[in-house]
C-alpha cells in the first residue's frame, strides 16, 4: 500500500527506507507499516492515467491534486483488528470468510451487486436478471460503506434496506448475502470498475453486475464503458454482467426491463429521485416500485440511526455511530 506524506512530515517524524512506522487510527494502534519505499510521482501523470483526464471539476483528480508530495510504500500488517459497530457486524466478513461462506452454501458462480442505494423493484429485478444470466447460485450485495456527503442514504438504510428483501423472502435466503465494503468512491468510470471487479473476485465472486454510469461522475465516460472495458482486457478471473435499465411500464403492467419491454414511450422511471419522494413521504408508495417492507426499514432506520432522516444531513455526519472502532491497547 501507499501513503501520501509531504517532504517536511517524513523528515521531522525521521522516515526513512527500511523504517516501520506505526498507523493510528481513532487515536489508536492500527497496524504497522514496513517503509520498502519512499517516492515522489507526477500528479498530472497519475491524474490522466487512472481518470483520462486532468480537470479539477473531477472528485477523483481533486483527490489527486490534495495528495502530498511523496508516497510512503512497503506491505502493512494489522496489529490491532477494529470492532465492527451494529449493525455492520453482522454484515462485514474479510475475503477469506466469504469465500468460505459460499462453500458452505454450495455456491461456485456468484454474482455481486455493488450498491450505494436503498434498493426498489429495479434494482431488485437487475439482481435477479444478472442471476439469471449469470447462472449463479448466489448473488452477493456489496454495499460500498466509505466516503458520504450531505443527502447521500445514510449506510445503516443501504445495508438493512437491502438485507430485509432476503428477510422478506423476495429473494431466498440461501441465495443471497448483504456484505459490506469499505471504500471511498474515486468515480473512475471503467477503471474504477475493474479495480471493483477484482475486489469482488478477491471475494469469491465469478461475476459483476456494471450498468448505466458504473461509479462515473458528470461526462467523462461512456454509458456502458465501465461494462464494455472487459472486452478489452485479458481474462481477469471474474465476468462482468451488463445490467440495462428496469423501470415500470404501465402497459405491461409490471417492472420491466429496458432490453425486452417495446413500450418505451411509457416508461415510468424507478429514479432515484422518485423513490426519494416515496421515502420522504410524498408520493404513495407502490408495492412496484419500493417493497413496503424495505420502505418500513428504511423509516425505521432514520429514526434509530439518521437523526430523524434516511439521507445523510450534518448531524449525522458529526454524530454517526463510526463502521468500526479501535480498541483501546493497555
Ligand atoms: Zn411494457
Redesign the pocket.
Known sequence: MVLDVSEEELSSLGVREGASVLLTHQDQPLAVLEVEEIFSYDKEFLAQHVYGTTDEAHPGVLRTYSFQDRFVAGPITLVNPPVINPPYDRFWRTPRQLRERFAELGWTKVVAHQTRNVPHSGHEWMMKGAYLAAEAQGILVSAVIGEKKPGDYIDEAIVLGHDKLRESGFIRPDVHQTSTLMWDMRYAGPREAVFHALVRKNMGCTHHMFGRDHAGVGNYYGTYAAHEIFDQLPDLGIKSVLTLEWWY????E?V?YEGL???RE?KQDLSGTFIRSIIQGGTEPASVSLRGEVLEVVRECADTYGFGSPFVTEAYLENRTPVMSIPALN
Open positions: 411500464c404501465p402497459v405491461c409490471s420491466a419491454c417495446g413500450h411509457h
